[in-house]
């Protein structure tokens, strides 16, 4: 659904992504990880459309992604990125409402799309209240709700990518929201998200990409890519790596 091949990204005249190639098919959610800096947010904006590359394409279902008028690929790709401000006092379900402009569905389905969203981000009882008045974790539901509704329920042929979606969020809600984004792969869509916490990449995602300046380190299931010495490497920390009790996926702990 969604390919980089050979993808290279100056910004600045500085090079910050290499020779990347990725995958991300329907059904799956692909991690990218790394250190900060090392190149995630750059590889998010070009696999968006946002930032062209320098050599190298990106294909959205076998086109390459400047083909792609707006409003169409907004209609099957939607992008929640690192953050998203608003500097006007709309409400939450006027923020939301947003997601359905690319579409021509009437009002009936759209009020019944922006409820079910705001269902899945757990941002229901906001609807009412004014976007400047939530706190950050809140403002971040709302805007997963807002691209959730963009795309609301996921099928095949539909992209989500989405920057950092848990950074302001409490473990209870981190997990609720990577469950969604599942939901939503498990429905045809396909899903690619940048995380920090390790064990969260090993529970929720089927691919993970390690990025260090740039460079992947490794591309493969959590069980190939989350090792001890790639981990050392590319983030300067000493694990353990043992396997889940229960899941049997990774678990990263912290010497």
């Known amino acids: 659904m969604l390919s980089a091949e050979g993808l290279v990204v100056r910004r600045g005249g500085r090079l910050v992504l290499q020779n990347i190639d990725l995958q991300v098919p329907r059904g799956h959610v692909f991690g990218v990880l790394g250190p900060n800096g090392a ?8 696999l968006s459309g946002e930032l062209a590359p320098a050599s190298g394409q990106v ?18 790709l939607a992008v929640l990125p690192q953050t998203s401000t608003l500097s006007f006092a709309f409400r939450v379900d006027e923020v939301v ?13 759209d009020e019944r799309i922006i409820t079910e969203a705001l ?3 757990d941002a229901l ?9 939530l706190s950050g974790g809140e403002r971040q539901r709302v805007h997963l709700a807002r691209v ?3 795309l609301w329920p996921g099928r095949e042929g539909q992209v989500l990518l989405l920057d950092e979606p848990t950074s302001m969020l409490d473990p209870a809600h981190q997990h609720a929201i990577l469950q969604v984004l599942r939901d939503f792969a498990e429905r045809g869509g396909a ?16 691919r993970l990409l390690l990025l260090a300046d740039g460079i ?40």
């Open 59 to 76: 294909l959205l279902h076998g086109r390459r992604m400047a083909s792609w008028g707006a409003r169409e690929r907004a209609r099957s």
């Open 191 to 206: 899903v690619l998200v940048i995380l920090h916490d390790l064990n969260l990449a090993a529970r929720y995602c089927d």
């Open 148 to 150: 959730l509704t963009q």
């Open 125 to 133: 009882h906001l609807r009412l209240r004014t976007y400047l008045e």
């Open 216 to 255: 992947a380190q490794a591309n493969g299931t959590p069980q190939e890519v989350l090792q001890a010495d790639l981990l050392r490497a590319v983030f300067g920390l000493e694990v353990l790596v043992q396997r889940h009790p229960e899941r049997n996926h990774p678990l990263i702990i912290a010497r």
């Open 39 to 46: 190149g995630k947010s750059s590889l998010l904006s070009a």
């Open 119 to 121: 269902t899945a981000a």
């Open 97 to 109: 409402a947003m997601g359905r402009l690319p579409h021509d569905s009437g009002r009936e389905a």
